[in-house]
């Protein structure tokens, strides 16, 4: 008797075992749906629909999935005599079970959903797919789900990030969990999601803690437990440090950019600026041909070789330095140098000479702004921080920027014409003395000057719309940056460009864009008065004269 009561005992513990293993391998859901459940959706009580839509999210794959397929497609109907069907092919089933129902037209009643419950609908449907096989179909669930992560099930989250083997979606699908139970979890839970939140930049992870410290009207606070509140600070203090550094990156980043592009229109402006003393007005104009320059590049790629758009800047490039280098060729031999030592004539010549461009520009292409596509390579960009997108054609832009200080450097300091330029720029009398026609130098250092701003101008056609004003947002900065980092020297107008730049972009937040400018315009006269000859002083007899 004994051995038979052992036999009944082992046989028992036995069946428990295989019971609890049988429970340990069945997902979480919750018990089968019944029409019951989903019939207040064709109700109009919200709470009521919200409710129904919890009871479904948590209800076997096998049930909820077609039904939240029908209600996404707008295919779910209630009718009062069976209850909800669905649209299967060209026939009705029931929702629940699948079989097919005979329901007269006139007796189907539509489901009225707002949108507040249609996102509920897509964060219940992604929950579904979080065990799907396809790596997409899981990322496009988690990320539907990081939108609204309240109305996921927190039973089908806690399996994906147990099953997830991708490390960037596991932290997400942590992320998500955190805000399931941040509210009412048990107090570990709800600590280790205050540390999951706290370790996501995200800006929705502040709103989230900032509960946790908040005092009620009688200044005690909401959270009672002191290490919860101690470890949502925590988290606040390091998702403010993340912020502060973001912001510096992206001010670092957009001054850098607004620099390249200052340097690109300014350069030009320095060669001739400081080798003729010319006030050039129309020096913006040669931005404006050269964008230009680069948009009947594009059209002609578009036009003939549509397989090879995304080289197209690779003539453009030379397309828009030549036409920017004729036209300013052709300017200096016509007006300039027969206004030379006149300065005012030379400033009000080239004003009109600027306006008969930009009309010449509206006749020939119109008054309206022109598009100038990035090639595939220069769209989008890279998102450092959450929040913080670095564009591609930005960070291209500066590369070209110092590419073409580069070259510039090196026409001016390795060639034959360089030497004349800079022996005119420091002594035209002795240079002329000396052989150099520097009628020859004046023309052609004008074309090349003119030419950097044709390149600067293909620059500008990559951030921006093209248009026959595109010039005169960027003269006047171009001769606060020649006069700031001296005139004719290479290296002054390179850290003058750049350092408006960042001045700029540091000065915006504070005071507006409007207001930056004034106080940069402000900070460079009161710089000038201390040391007019700029940055870096000219050299040579013509300084000292």
């Not at 996404?72 to 629940?96: E, H, W």
């Amino acid at each position: 008797m004994h051995r038979s009561l052992s036999f009944s005992l082992a046989s028992g513990l036995r069946a428990m075992l295989v019971a609890l293993l049988l429970l340990a391998a069945c997902p979480l859901w919750a018990a089968p749906l019944t029409q019951a459940d989903l019939k207040p959706l064709a109700e109009d009580d919200f709470d009521a629909k919200t409710a129904a839509l919890s009871t479904l999210a948590k209800a076997p794959p096998a049930q909820a999935g077609p039904i939240l397929k029908a209600l996404q497609d707008d295919t779910l109907q209630y009718a009062p005599a069976v209850g909800m069907v669905r649209q299967d092919g060209d026939k009705l089933v029931d929702a629940i079970s699948g079989q097919p129902v005979t329901v007269q037209a006139d007796a189907l009643e539509a489901l009225t959903l707002n949108n507040s419950l249609r996102a509920l609908v897509d964060s219940a449907a992604s929950s579904m797919l979080l065990q799907s096989a396809d790596a997409a179909v899981r990322t496009q669930a988690v990320n539907t789900l990081l939108d609204q992560p309240g109305s996921a099930s927190r039973e089908v989250v806690e399996s994906a990030r147990k099953a997830e083997a991708d490390a960037g979606l596991r932290a997400k699908l942590d992320v998500i969990w955190a805000n399931i139970v941040l509210a009412d979890g048990n107090r570990d839970d709800r600590l280790e999601a205050i540390r999951i939140l706290g370790r996501d930049s995200n800006p929705q992870s502040r709103q989230k803690l900032q509960p946790l410290l908040e005092r009620d009207a009688a200044g005690k606070y909401r959270e009672p437990d002191a290490e919860l509140r101690g470890a949502a600070q925590q988290a606040l203090d390091a998702l403010r440090g993340d912020q502060q550094r973001a912001q510096l990156i992206g001010n670092l980043f957009a001054g850098l950019s607004l620099g390249s592009v200052l340097l690109l229109a300014a350069l030009g402006l320095a060669i001739t600026y400081g080798l003729i003393g010319v006030i050039n007005m129309a020096h913006g104009e040669f931005l404006m041909i050269g964008a230009y320059a680069t948009y009947m590049v594009q059209g002609v790629f578009r036009a003939h070789f549509a397989g090879a758009f995304d080289w197209y800047l690779l003539f453009a490039l030379p397309a828009s330095f030549l036409a920017s280098a004729v036209v300013g060729f052709v300017l200096e031999r016509l007006v300039l140098r027969h206004l030379y030592g006149r300065p005012l004539e030379t400033l009000l010549a080239t004003f009109g000479v600027s306006l008969l461009l930009m009309q010449a520009v509206r006749t020939l292409f119109g008054a309206q702004n022109v598009e100038v596509a990035n090639p595939s390579w220069m769209s989008g960009g890279i998102e450092w921080l959450p929040g913080m997108v670095l564009p591609y054609n930005r960070m291209v832009i500066i590369v070209f920027a110092l590419a073409v200080v580069a070259v510039a450097w090196g026409v001016l300091n390795r060639t034959r014409l360089g030497l004349f330029v800079r022996a005119t720029t420091q002594n035209r009398t002795m240079a002329a003395c000396v052989g150099v026609r520097t009628w020859k130098v004046d023309s052609y250092a004008f074309a090349f000057g003119a030419g950097i701003a044709g390149l600067g101008g293909c620059a500008l056609s990559q951030i921006g719309n093209v248009g026959p004003d595109l010039g005169q947002a960027y003269i006047i900065d171009s001769f606060m940056v020649v006069v700031l980092g001296g005139v004719g020297q290479l290296a002054g107008t390179i850290i003058g460009a750049f350092g408006l730049g960042l001045i700029n972009k540091f000065i915006e937040p504070f005071y507006g864009a409007v207001l930056a400018k004034i106080l940069v315009l402000v900070l460079i006269v009161l710089f000038i008065q201390k040391r007019p000859q700029g940055l870096f002083a000219l050299k040579g007899r013509s300084a000292e004269a």
